[in-house]
């Protein structure tokens, strides 16, 4: 390590008329290693103030080590967040300082200095997504602009996996101490028990998860129902929207309204539904469809006891 010492003098006060001059006379001096001076520079010196061809000046500026060191990012991460902003990402480099600030492309966004080799910043949000250039400055001077760092940014809307996550961590239970933002296995998990839960419930109404169906389904399901059953004294077909059993009024209703001669203990009786048309029309068929059975079972029966 040198210390090297200059002495510059002008000769001329540069003044057309008589006195002292009162502007600025400015020397700077610049050492490098190599005759072009676009790369990393080794000193600088000050600025001197020239009065009468004396000299009037501070003591030369001695640039710190440390300032040598030139800021680098490594990494990003992580790397991709929302168009919305607020993500907290972490910058992952070398010889960092105190007052870097972080430029995603061209905002400028406030920096915590972690340690030497980290630094916690809040992304700024953006309008469209895409992939910035993440830079470091300082005092209007710009680093890493030759390797920067890349931050993606990635749109609400847009159906990836990433926008499935978000939209499923706000459906599946929280709970206390979880942080702000599940990890996608704790989603997957919650996700997968709320479904088994969802599934493992017992169903009162065999027809609420298939939805509508064409009668002529209907009918064939209804058969297949009661030649499996065809010893039971009474069978209850529900549909009800709610799920619940229905109340004696409805059971004394269907029985009063029932085509079924009173000699017969059997019961076929649907509850009505108030719910939907598709509900009406269902209750209305299967009624009719359990009714003309049984009178043909009971046709049958007859003339076999003969």
Same mark, same amino acid.
């Given at each position: 390590?040198?210390?090297?010492?200059?002495?510059?003098?002008?000769?001329?006060?540069?003044?057309?008329?008589?006195?002292?001059?009162?502007?600025?006379?400015?020397?700077?001096?610049?050492?490098?290693?190599?005759?072009?001076?676009?790369?990393?520079?080794?000193?600088?010196?000050?600025?001197?103030?020239?009065?009468?061809?004396?000299?009037?000046?501070?003591?030369?500026?001695?640039?710190?080590?440390?300032?040598?060191?030139?800021?680098?990012?490594?990494?990003?991460?992580?790397?991709?967040?929302?168009?919305?902003?607020?993500?907290?990402?972490?910058?992952?480099?070398?010889?960092?300082?105190?007052?870097?600030?972080?430029?995603?492309?061209?905002?400028?966004?406030?920096?915590?200095?972690?340690?030497?080799?980290?630094?916690?910043?809040?992304?700024?949000?953006?309008?469209?997504?895409?992939? =910035?250039? *993440?830079?470091?400055?300082?005092?209007?001077?710009?680093?890493?602009?030759?390797?920067? #760092? +890349?931050? @993606?940014?990635? /749109?609400?809307?847009?159906?990836?996996?990433?926008?499935?996550?978000?939209?499923?961590?706000?459906?599946?239970?929280?709970?206390?101490?979880?942080?702000?933002?599940?990890?996608?296995?704790?989603?997957?998990?919650?996700?997968?028990?709320?479904?088994?839960?969802?599934?493992?419930?017992?169903?009162?109404?065999?027809?609420?998860?298939?939805?509508?169906?064409?009668?002529?389904?209907?009918?064939?399901?209804?058969?297949?129902?009661?030649?499996?059953?065809?010893?039971?004294?009474? =069978?209850? *077909?529900?549909?009800?929207?709610?799920?619940?059993?229905?109340?004696?009024?409805?059971? #004394? +209703?269907? @029985?009063?309204? /029932?085509?079924?001669?009173?000699?017969?203990?059997?019961?076929?009786?649907?509850?009505?539904?108030?719910?939907?048309?598709?509900?009406?029309?269902?209750?209305?068929?299967?009624?009719?469809?359990?009714?003309?059975?049984?009178?043909?079972?009971?046709?049958?029966?007859?003339?076999?006891?003969?």
């Amino acid at each position: 390590r040198f210390f090297l010492k200059f002495f510059l003098k002008c000769n001329q006060n540069c003044l057309k008329n008589a006195g002292n001059p009162r502007d600025m006379r400015r020397f700077q001096v610049v050492i490098s290693l190599i005759p072009s001076v676009e790369g990393q520079l080794m000193a600088v010196s000050d600025n001197m103030f020239v009065h009468n061809n004396s000299k009037h000046g501070r003591r030369a500026k001695r640039l710190d080590p440390t300032e040598a060191a030139i800021p680098c990012i490594k990494a990003v991460s992580p790397s991709e967040g929302w168009t919305s902003g607020g993500s907290t990402v972490i910058i992952i480099g070398e010889n960092f300082f105190d007052g870097l600030q972080v430029v995603f492309g061209t905002m400028l966004v406030w920096s915590e200095l972690i340690t030497n080799h980290a630094i916690r910043v809040q992304t700024p949000p953006r309008h469209i997504p895409g992939v =910035v250039e *993440v830079t470091l400055s300082f005092k209007s001077k710009q680093f890493c602009r030759g390797a920067p #760092g +890349r931050f @993606i940014y990635v /749109s609400l809307s847009e159906p990836n996996i990433d926008y499935g996550f978000h939209r499923l961590g706000k459906l599946v239970p929280r709970h206390p101490g979880d942080p702000e933002k599940l990890p996608k296995e704790i989603v997957l998990k919650r996700a997968a028990d709320l479904a088994e839960a969802l599934y493992s419930m017992p169903r009162n109404n065999q027809f609420s998860l298939t939805g509508h169906r064409t009668p002529a389904s209907i009918t064939h399901q209804m058969n297949a129902g009661f030649n499996s059953y065809a010893g039971q004294l009474a =069978v209850t *077909v529900q549909e009800n929207a709610n799920g619940q059993w229905p109340s004696e009024d409805d059971y #004394g +209703r269907s @029985i009063h309204n /029932s085509s079924v001669s009173p000699s017969s203990s059997m019961d076929f009786s649907i509850p009505p539904s108030t719910t939907t048309p598709s509900a009406h029309y269902n209750h209305s068929f299967l009624q009719a469809s359990s009714s003309t059975y049984l009178n043909l079972y009971c046709a049958k029966s007859e003339d076999s006891s003969f």
